[in-house]
């Protein structure tokens, strides 16, 4: 994870608080409660915000997110992030070969990783709202348990094994294209009233 970090990073050193200009990766991780976890314009990690229960997951346990990958019959994330307060989540999964984003990507495969993210989040039961760019520190202890797995990255193919990615998107429903990025999601959000 550290050597895959970019080497200059923005970081938030208190949730709320905004981001910092890009800081040296060795100070930002270690001074940083949220960090930026991908480059500008290319995504190595899926990275998903789970706040609740998976809602099949019958367990005793209180309120604990941790299992929801395993509940939903997904492959395990590389990394959770266990907040020690509340049970809630952040699962990272690392993928074999970065994806472009810029506009001059190939824009199928933008989507499809947009569809493999937005099946991945309803299946995890994550938050849909969450902006995919910053996380919590794996580097950072306070108030945090970091749970490493043993397994490698992920190619795209071997992230859809269980998804249903069958979903059509329509250009009526501003939700399909939310989590493209801050500019496309404002477009898509308040469109509509600029027509009427």
Same mark, same amino acid.
């Given at each position: 994870?550290?050597?895959?970090?970019?080497?200059?990073?923005?970081?938030?050193?208190?949730?709320?608080?905004?981001?910092?200009?890009?800081?040296?990766?060795?100070?930002?991780?270690?001074?940083?409660?949220?960090?930026?976890?991908?480059?500008?314009?290319?995504?190595?990690?899926?990275?998903?915000?789970?706040?609740?229960?998976?809602?099949?997951?019958?367990?005793?346990?209180?309120?604990?997110?941790?299992?929801?990958?395993?509940?939903?019959?997904?492959?395990?994330?590389?990394?959770?992030?266990?907040?020690?307060?509340?049970?809630?989540?952040?699962?990272?999964?690392?993928?074999?070969?970065?994806?472009?984003?810029?506009?001059?990507?190939? &824009? +199928?495969?933008?989507?499809? =990783?947009?569809?493999? !993210?937005?099946?991945? #989040?309803?299946?995890?039961?994550?938050?849909? /709202? @969450?902006?995919?760019?910053?996380?919590?520190?794996?580097?950072?202890?306070?108030?945090?348990?970091?749970?490493?797995?043993?397994?490698?990255?992920?190619?795209?193919?071997?992230?859809?094994?269980?998804?249903?990615?069958?979903?059509?998107?329509?250009? &009526? +429903?501003?939700?399909?294209? =939310?989590?493209?990025? !801050?500019?496309?999601? #404002?477009?898509?959000?308040?469109?509509?009233? /600029? @027509?009427?």
């Amino acid at each position: 994870f550290y050597e895959n970090m970019p080497a200059w990073m923005p970081i938030s050193l208190k949730k709320g608080k905004g981001l910092t200009e890009p800081l040296e990766k060795k100070n930002a991780l270690t001074d940083g409660r949220l960090i930026q976890f991908n480059a500008a314009k290319l995504v190595r990690y899926l990275v998903f915000d789970v706040d609740e229960m998976h809602p099949d997951d019958n367990a005793d346990y209180e309120h604990n997110c941790f299992y929801n990958w395993h509940v939903a019959g997904l492959p395990p994330p590389q990394i959770i992030i266990k907040n020690k307060k509340n049970g809630h989540c952040q699962y990272f999964y690392e993928l074999k070969t970065p994806v472009s984003t810029s506009d001059k990507s190939n &824009q +199928k495969i933008v989507f499809w =990783l947009h569809s493999i !993210r937005r099946a991945m #989040t309803l299946e995890l039961n994550a938050d849909s /709202a @969450y902006t995919h760019h910053i996380s919590r520190n794996p580097f950072n202890p306070i108030d945090q348990e970091v749970f490493y797995s043993l397994v490698g990255p992920y190619s795209l193919d071997e992230l859809t094994k269980n998804l249903d990615l069958s979903t059509k998107y329509s250009i &009526q +429903k501003p939700d399909d294209y =939310l989590g493209l990025g !801050r500019n496309n999601d #404002t477009f898509h959000t308040v469109r509509f009233d /600029a @027509y009427s």
